[in-house]
Nanobody, 119 residues
């Protein structure tokens, strides 16, 4: 049974930082490209950034360039999202997604973690 569990969300003041984690189980983590998405109230879910199996990041949204960094630890089966210089418009539920890049392109989603940027 595949599980993706996000953690690290919370309330932070503008200009602050958070580090999200997404721990995977039940899959061969190194076979999966990983992505972070977010969904703000009343808006569609949007892609924030992806990371390849080997670790190179891709698809970084313009709105987070220079502020967010994705990384992964294949030994720990975990992907991270370092978020710096947070803005109120970054407020959203953040989701991680795993996509199988070896066999069948199957995708799995986590349950999400809330990030609120407010003074």
């Amino acid at each position: 049974q595949v599980q993706l569990v996000e953690s690290g969300g919370g309330l932070v003041q503008p200009g602050g930082s958070l580090r999200l984690s997404c721990a995977a189980s039940g899959l061969i983590f190194s076979n999966y490209a990983m992505s972070w998405y977010r969904q703000a109230p009343g808006k569609e879910r949007e892609l924030v950034v992806s990371i390849k199996r080997s670790g190179g990041s891709t698809d970084l949204a313009d709105s987070v360039k220079g502020r967010f960094t994705i990384s992964r630890d294949n030994a720990k089966k975990t992907v991270y999202l370092q978020m710096d210089s947070l803005k109120p418009e970054d407020t959203a539920v953040y989701y991680c997604k795993a996509r199988n890049m070896v066999l069948n392109s199957r995708e799995y989603w986590g349950q999400g973690t809330q990030v609120t940027v407010s003074s």
